[in-house]
């Protein structure tokens, strides 16, 4: 049986670049082929066709441009893994849907947290928040600064029951790579916000009480602990914003995983858990849309 790939986007600049080491990392991990994509877009009212086959348009410069990102990202990638398989694809269409649709089938799709600016059309930067909260499948977005300070996953729990498909994921990567795992659920929320309907949360003062918080979540991890028996597990709940615990807790885990909601094309980006966590984190940061949400 084959693998499913993970897929990286490039645009050329030095943060996709390093995204792309990453994903030939993590392939390198699990024993999976590499897809490397890059998409170009053609500027306002222009066309790629030309008259004289001889001129080098704006179009063929853009195509260009494209081409050698992917050939530099697949030797950056084999430098990284050399026994790693490696293909590359170049992309049309918008490149905000043309990499979304890229991750279809993928284990994991990977984008740089930016990129180099929007004269050369390639906006991976502008597009990868996109990217992380409307891919089919889960999402890393790396960010400049990866070291981890200790071989910990982490995750960050909202909906404790919608929550499967991401601590599925994150227990799966914290066994892969022999880590940890912290669980962590926080609250920053009125008594009306937190009490809500299919919430069994016990309000004192306005806020669920954390012992109560704590017993469901265990009760919540108790079946993933017998599952995974060899990955070390913790959680925490804390009072305060979601984003600022989550951004806190990327500064020593190799990773941090946030669940989503699949969003349709032309609805609201993302919500302000997951904007934060994206604008702000100190490490890679994966998404994983919910399925059994949906």
Same mark, same amino acid.
């Given at each position: 049986?084959?693998?499913?790939?993970?897929?990286?986007?490039?645009?050329?600049?030095?943060?996709?670049?390093?995204?792309?080491?990453?994903?030939?990392?993590?392939?390198?991990?699990?024993?999976?082929?590499?897809?490397?994509?890059?998409?170009?877009?053609?500027? %306002?009212?222009?066309?790629?066709?030309?008259?004289?086959?001889?001129?080098?348009?704006?179009?063929?410069?853009?195509?260009?441009?494209?081409?050698?990102?992917?050939?530099?990202?697949?030797? /950056?990638?084999?430098?990284?893994?050399?026994? *790693?398989?490696?293909?590359?694809? %170049?992309?049309?269409?918008?490149?905000?849907?043309?990499?979304?649709?890229?991750? &279809?089938? $993928?284990?994991?799709?990977?984008?740089?947290?930016?990129?180099?600016? $929007? @004269?050369? =059309?390639?906006?991976?930067? &502008?597009?990868?928040?996109?990217?992380?909260?409307?891919?089919?499948? %889960?999402?890393?977005?790396?960010?400049?600064?990866?070291?981890?300070?200790?071989?910990?996953?982490?995750?960050?729990?909202?909906?404790?029951?919608?929550?499967?498909?991401?601590?599925?994921?994150?227990?799966?990567?914290?066994?892969?790579?022999?880590?940890?795992?912290?669980?962590?659920?926080?609250?920053?929320?009125?008594? &009306?916000?937190?009490?809500?309907?299919?919430?069994? @949360?016990?309000?004192?003062?306005?806020? =669920?009480?954390?012992?109560?918080?704590? /017993?469901?979540?265990?009760?919540?991890?108790?079946?993933?602990?017998?599952?995974?028996?060899?990955?070390?597990?913790?959680?925490?709940?804390?009072?305060?914003?979601?984003?600022?615990?989550?951004?806190?807790? &990327? =500064?020593?885990?190799?990773?941090?995983?946030?669940?989503?909601?699949?969003?349709? %094309?032309? *609805?609201?980006?993302?919500?302000?858990?997951?904007?934060?966590?994206?604008?702000?984190?100190?490490?890679?940061?994966?998404?994983?849309?919910?399925?059994? =949400?949906?």
């Amino acid at each position: 049986m084959t693998a499913k790939p993970i897929v990286a986007a490039t645009d050329g600049s030095a943060e996709s670049l390093q995204a792309v080491e990453w994903a030939a990392r993590e392939a390198a991990l699990r024993g999976a082929p590499l897809r490397i994509v890059s998409a170009a877009r053609l500027l %306002p009212r222009m066309t790629d066709r030309r008259s004289d086959p001889d001129l080098n348009t704006v179009a063929d410069i853009i195509a260009g441009d494209r081409d050698r990102a992917l050939a530099t990202a697949a030797q /950056r990638a084999i430098a990284v893994a050399p026994v *790693l398989l490696v293909d590359t694809d %170049p992309l049309s269409g918008p490149p905000a849907q043309a990499v979304t649709e890229s991750g &279809s089938g $993928a284990a994991l799709l990977v984008v740089g947290s930016r990129g180099i600016g $929007a @004269f050369t =059309a390639m906006l991976l930067g &502008s597009v990868s928040r996109y990217v992380a909260t409307h891919a089919s499948c %889960p999402v890393a977005v790396i960010r400049d600064d990866t070291a981890a300070a200790y071989r910990q996953v982490g995750i960050g729990l909202g909906d404790l029951d919608h929550c499967a498909d991401s601590l599925t994921f994150a227990f799966e990567e914290a066994a892969l790579r022999h880590a940890s795992l912290t669980v962590l659920h926080a609250w920053h929320a009125p008594q &009306s916000d937190i009490s809500r309907a299919g919430q069994s @949360f016990t309000p004192v003062g306005g806020y =669920a009480a954390e012992d109560e918080v704590n /017993r469901q979540l265990a009760g919540l991890l108790e079946g993933w602990r017998q599952k995974y028996p060899d990955v070390p597990v913790s959680q925490g709940v804390v009072h305060g914003h979601p984003g600022r615990a989550l951004v806190g807790l &990327s =500064a020593r885990a190799e990773l941090v995983v946030i669940g989503r909601h699949v969003r349709q %094309p032309g *609805l609201a980006g993302p919500g302000t858990v997951t904007h934060a966590v994206l604008n702000h984190a100190h490490g890679p940061i994966v998404t994983v849309p919910s399925v059994s =949400a949906r």
